[in-house]
């Protein structure tokens, strides 16, 4: 079975500050893919990131980036210097691939980001 | 586009209505996706196509009916629902297997069961 776990309910921060985004998974997979995703107020869930689990390269995007390390089966997220329009859910979801690779994203609990000014 | 489009945004039904959520995109995705999100939970699979074919149902309840029409459209049917099913209704779709990039997802149903 596959397990997604995102410890941080709900992050608090000031605009400018750096804050870090945990999310730990479990699988028994050897091929999968972890992905990172948005969701502000308006419902749509936006797509971040999708990672391969054999590239464990950090990944860096503007203000995010992503460390990936499968030896502790982390795929953490890091947003540097805030902004208010980063206030949003973010969830970490994993996906085996091969076989049924379409098939069912298995989301963590969500992070809920507040900035404020 | 690079868009899932979902209609309407928010709607509002009596238990023994009938209603229909629609969905689309035009990337040329060949996987749809059926989500089901509560307030302050992560979202939840519902149904997944796959070519027009409905290839997982996850014990969804016979009130809610699926439906995939041609490739670009999906519909979930809606039919006697219980307040328990007041949720955000996401639609989402993807290409196949090692060209799966990633999940698109729609904005979304907010649906409201009266």
């Known amino acids: 079975a596959q397990k997604v776990t995102q410890a941080q309910t709900e992050i608090s921060v000031v605009e400018k500050e750096d804050v870090t985004l945990d999310c730990v998974y479990e699988?028994?997979?050897?091929?999968?893919?972890l992905f990172w995703y948005k969701q502000p107020p308006s419902g749509e869930l936006v797509f971040l990131i999708r990672?391969?689990?054999?590239?464990?390269q950090n990944e860096i995007s503007g203000r995010y980036s992503w460390n990936f390390q499968k030896s502790t089966s982390s795929f953490n997220f890091t947003i540097t210097a805030s902004q208010v329009v980063d206030s949003a859910v973010y969830f970490c979801?994993?996906?085996?691939?091969?076989?049924?690779?379409?098939?069912?994203?298995?989301f963590g609990q969500g992070t809920i980001l507040t900035v404020h000014p | 586009d690079t868009e899932v489009t979902q209609t309407p945004k928010h709607l509002v039904m009596g238990m023994t209505n009938k209603k229909s959520l629609k969905c689309e995109q035009h990337?040329?995705?060949?996987?749809m996706y059926w989500y089901k999100q509560k307030a302050k939970k992560p979202p939840e699979l519902m149904f997944v196509?796959?070519?027009?074919?409905?290839?997982i149902n996850e014990s969804v309840p016979s009130r809610f009916s699926p439906e995939c029409p041609n490739s670009s459209l999906l519909n979930l049917h809606l039919h006697a629902l219980q307040p328990e099913d007041s949720a955000l209704y996401l639609c989402?779709?993807?290409?196949?297997?090692?060209?799966?990039?990633?999940?698109?997802f729609g904005s979304g149903t907010r649906l409201t069961v009266v």
């Open positions: 989402a779709s993807s290409q196949q297997g090692p060209l799966n990039y990633g999940y698109t």
């Open positions: 196509y796959s070519y027009e074919k409905l290839s």
């Open positions: 699988t028994r997979d050897t091929t999968y893919y």
């Open positions: 990672r391969n689990s054999f590239d464990e």
């Open positions: 979801a994993l996906n085996r691939a091969g076989g049924t690779s379409y098939g069912k994203l298995t």
């Open positions: 990337m040329g995705h060949r996987a």
